[in-house]
């Protein structure tokens, strides 16, 4: 079985750009979370999807937005990217009520 | 202002020896846990994970133990191995496993462990 994938896997952006960000899930699985990684703040939750709705949202500002297809593939958008933005952007799947998430190997996203 | 990174803890063992790689977990609600191995340049791999409803779980040279009186996490992993040199994150899930499943884990800040040949 595939495992999560993530495209783009290296992303370059000036500041005030936006960017979006895409995640396929694991077959099957139709819940979706993302993650951003930086090495000041470690790995922290930015949203999860389930069924195409948001089901919770982390402590991000409106710039960072998400969404889920119906085929559970999910895509995240950051508006008036910031120096700041600059991580790595993980997205990981799982089935319900099962708990365990896999991870995509991540965008790696540099603002410039 | 200048921003200061996270001071991972370390742990370097020689191969074959066992390693414990401990996590202290922050919200007494919390009743599913996961432990991640992180390589450079890849994602978290999912190691193990525990309900709060055991205190300990097996899987492959890999063992979690869980006291949820002080809030700490282990994870134990026999004969060391140079291919098992990553990060290793715990994860807490408040929501838990059973029932709907809510996708925010909150991870620990990390572990880094080296395995000298």
């Known amino acids: 079985k595939a495992g999560v994938t993530q495209t783009p896997r290296y992303l370059i952006k000036t500041r005030g750009q936006q960017v979006t960000l895409s995640c396929s899930p694991i077959s099957g699985h139709r819940s979706v979370s993302w993650y951003q990684q930086t090495p000041g703040q470690g790995l922290q939750f930015l949203f999860e999807?389930?069924?195409?709705?948001?089901?919770n949202k982390g402590n991000f500002p409106g710039r960072f937005s998400g969404r889920q297809f119906s085929n559970s593939r999910s895509e995240m958008n950051v508006s008036t990217l910031e120096l700041g933005d600059s991580a790595l952007y993980l997205c990981?799947?799982?089935?319900?009520?099962?708990?365990?998430?896999?991870f995509g190997p991540g965008t790696r996203l540099t603002v410039t | 202002g200048e921003s200061v990174g996270l001071h991972l803890p370390t742990l370097s063992v020689q191969e074959g020896d066992n390693s414990i790689i401990n996590c202290a977990y922050s919200?007494?609600?919390?009743?599913?846990f996961i432990w991640y191995k992180q390589e450079s340049g890849k994602g978290p791999q999912f190691i193990i994970d525990?309900?709060?409803?055991?205190d300990k779980r097996q899987g492959q040279r890999v063992t979690v133990l869980l006291n949820k009186t002080v809030k700490h996490l282990s994870l134990q992993i026999a004969a060391t191995q140079p291919g098992d040199s990553a990060v290793y994150f715990c994860?807490?899930?408040?929501?838990?496993?059973?029932?709907?499943?809510?996708?925010?884990?909150?991870f620990g800040q990390g572990t880094i462990l080296t395995v000298h040949p």
């Open positions: 999807y389930f069924s195409e709705t948001q089901r």
């Open positions: 994860a807490e899930n408040p929501h838990g496993a059973g029932g709907t499943s809510y996708g925010k884990l909150t």
């Open positions: 525990i309900r709060s409803n055991m």
């Open positions: 919200n007494s609600a919390s009743d599913y």
């Open positions: 990981a799947s799982s089935l319900p009520p099962a708990g365990e998430q896999y």
